[in-house]
């Protein structure tokens, strides 16, 4: 597969107009390779972790943490070099997920409420919104009721309905309309005048963490067993007033201390997240179960890699996840 290509894929799965201005996500060194049969897929782009996937054969790879946040030059002999020196004599493409995957709506990022069942789940920071488009246009053709069934279920399409007058409305989402747009004209045969609306509603948003309802309040003591259960760590950080009892969670993966508030005003008993710092810890107004970076997103770029590998099955092309190292480890006074 042209490995091109599967960057497209990799634009799907993290649409890059998600990530946050300051963010790097994208292609980090743009290869020489044309033709790809392997992906490798880790959560860092550390020489450890490159050399791991290019050993392996990888033509294309894909991390989540970004090589860079800032243009660097090449002029001292660093991490950043070695992965840089690596990847060009490769020639593989190196590609980075990173607030654009953190914000894809029911993508990885968002797997510790899946598996704690959580519902009536809200985006905890809105990133950005989505507004979509209504467009009208003339068709002296009927639309049938499969066909116009069959058109709300393309992406992004909301509705699909036609007047006895032969006018036709659809509703999509503003980003998907050019691909519906061409899609229709191939359909008719023609290419009609089209009367395009911004509308308010139902407008998407996206953005980071999110805060719902356990199917059944739970003890601390059992809330805690339950997130032990699901998060690949053995030490957790507990600061703020602990609840007896836990019914509305918040989470966010990786840096998710800044969204304390946010938490605390979506009404959340608890916020898991990571790196939470002393001032921070000491002015809480929520309980917060600090479980560290790594874990919760080690865990989304395992569950990228199996999506991926899913929609690349047919194509031949090899998807293989690198487990990384927990950077923190932990010494016990005895």
């Known amino acids: 597969m042209k490995s091109l290509d599967i960057m497209s894929i990799f634009r799907q799965l993290a649409p890059e107009r998600f990530q946050s201005s300051w963010d790097n996500s994208g292609i980090q060194v743009i290869g020489e390779i044309a033709e790809c049969s392997k992906v490798g897929v880790c959560l860092e782009p550390t020489p450890e972790m490159i050399r791991a996937c290019l050993d392996w054969g990888a033509e294309v790879v894909l991390t989540h943490h970004p090589l860079y946040m800032k243009p660097k030059g090449l002029g001292a002999q660093n991490r950043f070099t070695d992965v840089v020196r690596m990847v060009m004599r490769s020639g593989a493409w190196l590609y980075a997920a990173h607030t654009s995957l953190d914000c894809t709506p029911s993508g990885p990022a968002f797997w510790l409420g899946e598996r704690l069942d959580l519902n009536d789940v809200k985006i905890l920071d809105t990133a950005h919104e989505y507004a979509p488009v209504e467009v009208s246009f003339y068709s002296p053709r009927t639309f049938s009721r499969e066909e116009a069934e069959m058109w709300t279920e393309r992406p992004g399409m909301h509705s699909v309905s036609q007047s006895a007058a032969g006018e036709v409305r659809l509703v999509c989402d503003?980003?998907?309309?050019?691909?519906?747009?061409?899609?229709?004209?191939?359909?008719?045969?023609?290419?009609?005048?089209?009367?395009?609306?911004?509308?308010?509603?139902?407008?998407?948003?996206?953005?980071?963490?999110?805060?719902?309802?356990?199917?059944?309040?739970?003890?601390?003591?059992?809330?805690?067993?339950?997130?032990?259960?699901?998060?690949?760590?053995?030490?957790?950080?507990?600061?703020?007033?602990?609840?007896?009892?836990?019914?509305?969670?918040?989470?966010?993966?990786?840096?998710?201390?800044?969204?304390?508030?946010?938490?605390?005003?979506?009404?959340?008993?608890?916020?898991?997240?990571?790196?939470?710092?002393?001032?921070?810890?000491?002015?809480?107004?929520?309980?917060?179960?600090?479980?560290?970076?790594?874990?919760?997103?080690?865990?989304?770029?395992?569950?990228?890699?199996?999506?991926?590998?899913?929609?690349?099955?047919?194509?031949?092309?090899?998807?293989?996840?690198?487990?990384?190292?927990?950077?923190?480890?932990?010494?016990?006074?005895?």
Request: aromatic share 10%.
């Open 174 to 334: 503003r980003e998907h309309w050019a691909e519906a747009r061409s899609a229709l004209e191939f359909t008719l045969g023609s290419s009609p005048e089209y009367y395009i609306r911004a509308l308010e509603a139902p407008g998407r948003a996206v953005g980071f963490g999110q805060v719902g309802n356990l199917p059944e309040p739970l003890g601390w003591d059992a809330f805690m067993v339950e997130l032990q259960g699901l998060v690949d760590r053995d030490v957790f950080t507990v600061c703020g007033p602990v609840p007896e009892t836990v019914s509305r969670v918040a989470y966010c993966g990786g840096s998710g201390a800044s969204l304390v508030d946010a938490a605390a005003g979506a009404g959340a008993d608890v916020f898991v997240t990571g790196d939470m710092k002393y001032h921070q810890a000491v002015e809480t107004p929520v309980c917060v179960v600090d479980v560290g970076h790594f874990s919760l997103e080690e865990e989304m770029m395992r569950l990228a890699a199996q999506n991926l590998a899913g929609q690349l099955e047919s194509e031949q092309v090899e998807v293989r996840f690198f487990r990384g190292t927990e950077p923190f480890g932990f010494h016990v006074r005895k």
